[in-house]
């Protein structure tokens, strides 16, 4: 497949590459690296921002600066009030924005480590792979 030039990061990869140093953060350095487009909503935004301001995450005062790398590094699209029709093989209705993320952006691919999501493989044009299957096609191209 040729690699698509812009994509949706899930909510869980980036919280992985913020608070480890692996794959994760791994991957965010090689779409960086190969000048993909990261695309994140304001709902994964905030859903980063409720994680980082949570008991398990200690280094409050460092949730700004978290965030604005973020919103650096990636193109943030707002999702619009009204939801797209709700796609019917999600096993978590949770997963729709991470959905809604990709359809408003014109993104074909989505990079997560949703077991439900990834189960799913994709949805209308939309391809829907782990954070080692992108590595892995990163590296090959």
């Known amino acids: 497949?040729?690699?698509?030039?812009?994509?949706?990061?899930?909510?869980?990869?980036l919280i992985s590459a913020i608070i480890t140093?692996?794959?994760?953060?791994?991957?965010?350095?090689?779409?960086?690296?190969?000048?993909?487009?990261?695309?994140?909503s304001d709902f994964i935004l905030n859903?980063?921002?409720?994680?980082?301001?949570?008991?398990?995450?200690?280094?409050?005062?460092?949730i700004p600066e978290i965030l604005s790398r973020i919103s650096g590094l990636a193109t943030i699209v707002f999702l619009p009030k009204k939801t797209f029709r709700k796609a019917s093989r999600l096993r978590d209705p949770k997963d729709q924005p991470i959905i809604q993320t990709a359809m408003t952006a014109g993104a074909k691919l989505i990079i997560t480590g949703d077991e439900d999501l990834l189960s799913i493989g994709k949805i209308g044009s939309i391809k829907i792979i782990s954070v080692k299957e992108t590595i892995t096609s990163l590296s090959s191209n």
């Open 1 to 13: 497949m040729a690699f698509p030039s812009k994509v949706v990061v899930d909510t869980n990869v």
């Open 21 to 40: 140093n692996g794959v994760c953060r791994q991957l965010v350095r090689l779409l960086a690296l190969n000048q993909k487009e990261i695309i994140i």
């Open 47 to 62: 859903e980063v921002e409720k994680f980082l301001r949570s008991k398990k995450f200690a280094h409050h005062e460092w």
